[in-house]
């Protein structure tokens, strides 16, 4: 073959060349990373969750009678004490069914009366042996007949007077009357809805925390448990009473996977309302933690790992442990070290065992986390 004709190369020749090219530059050219130390946690953490404000005491207030609304004694937004007529409804029906209740009971009292001097006379009789005992049972079973009827009577006048009760309506407790849908004169169902009352010198406020989160909480000893909490406001500002976690629930929910907690707070100027929202701030303190942006980690089969570097500059994974999920960052108590040197990001770029050309970046501040 002559010197100057060249023969056709083949594709996969052309792709080991291309390889082993590609592995010389890596070789040559490792691929630059920022890598830094961990930061030390600060001594407490603060997380915020949507909080919604509910009454201590807050319920509905219903007609129980069809008719119209008579009279209203209260206006919205008022305060009103336990016991206090709030709205009288029509009721002049069933008003005339207790008066024929009462009159019924009177009836089957004189029967008894009458009964009792009928058994009386009888006895009389029956002790000077002019009648035979079979008159004087006959007396006795008048005697229950009527005691019998009397106690029906007594029963129908009762239930007569609870449903004439309805139609008065009070307040069960101490609290601020809200909106009056139904107005004077106007027509009313049974079970149309007067109004709803707030008792607010307390309220609950409800967040709800994450499964990891729960578990955490409740391996933590009574005493690390966070009970005080703060609310932020829905303009910004902060409560200037703290609250106290006093209950959780007992399952979790099947939507959202987390479970709602409770929290009691003091409302002595009823600044917080019913169906209000805020963000209950919960403060944690932290002990010999590490802090690694989120960014720095990655996860497999539930694990969190991080890739330090070593002198070397190889890259390892490693396992850490978090012990707080915070915005962008974890608070790491188990598997890492103050003097380890972790890739700072970039990390799909990377497998174990890759040399880097690492850049060191200054000690995380807290205020980036």
Do not use: W
């Not at 996977?257 to 701030?281: E, S, Y």
Request: a neutral charge; aromatic letters at 6%; hydrophobic letters at 40%.
């Amino acid at each position: 073959m002559s010197p100057g004709i060249l023969r056709p190369i083949s594709m996969s020749a052309v792709v080991l060349l291309l390889n082993a090219c590609h592995e010389k530059a890596t070789v040559d050219s490792p691929l630059i990373f920022n890598v830094a130390n961990p930061a030390p946690a600060a001594e407490a953490y603060e997380r915020e969750y949507v909080g919604e404000i509910q009454a201590v005491q807050h319920v509905e207030l219903r007609s129980r009678l069809r008719g119209f609304v008579e009279s209203i004694g209260v206006d919205e937004g008022r305060s009103v004490k336990k016991g206090q007529l709030l709205f009288t409804v029509s009721a002049r029906e069933l008003q005339q069914e207790l008066l024929k209740a009462r009159a019924a009971t009177q009836s089957a009292a004189a029967e008894l009366s009458a009964a009792e001097i009928e058994l009386a006379n009888t006895k009389v009789l029956f002790d000077k042996k002019v009648i035979s005992d079979a008159e004087m049972s006959v007396g006795n079973s008048k005697i229950k007949s009527a005691r019998a009827k009397l106690e029906e009577a007594k029963a129908h006048e009762g239930g007569a007077e609870i449903n004439v009760s309805y139609a008065l309506v009070r307040a069960p407790f101490d609290g601020t009357v809200n909106r009056i849908p139904k107005k004077a004169g106007s027509v009313v169902e049974d079970g149309d809805l007067l109004t709803t009352l707030s008792n607010t010198n307390e309220v609950f406020v409800y967040f709800r925390l994450s499964e990891q989160e729960f578990l955490d909480y409740s391996a933590s000893s009574e005493e690390q448990r966070t009970k005080e909490v703060n609310l932020k406001l829905a303009n910004g500002s902060l409560y200037p009473a703290s609250g106290h976690i006093d209950a959780v629930e007992s399952e979790f929910s099947k939507e959202t996977g987390n479970i709602a907690f409770r929290a009691r707070f003091p409302n002595d100027k009823q600044l917080l309302k019913h169906g209000g929202t805020g963000k209950v701030v919960v403060s944690t303190r932290v002990q010999h933690g590490l802090v690694v942006p989120q960014k720095s980690t990655f996860e497999v089969q539930e694990h969190v790992y991080i890739y330090l570097v070593d002198k070397e500059n190889v890259v390892r994974a490693r396992r850490i442990e978090p012990k707080l999920r915070l915005k962008d960052s974890f608070i790491v108590d188990a598997g890492l070290t103050a003097d380890d040197r972790f890739v700072l990001e970039g990390l799909q770029k990377l497998k174990d065992g890759d040399r880097i050309s690492a850049r060191s970046t200054a000690t995380l501040p807290h205020s980036s986390l």
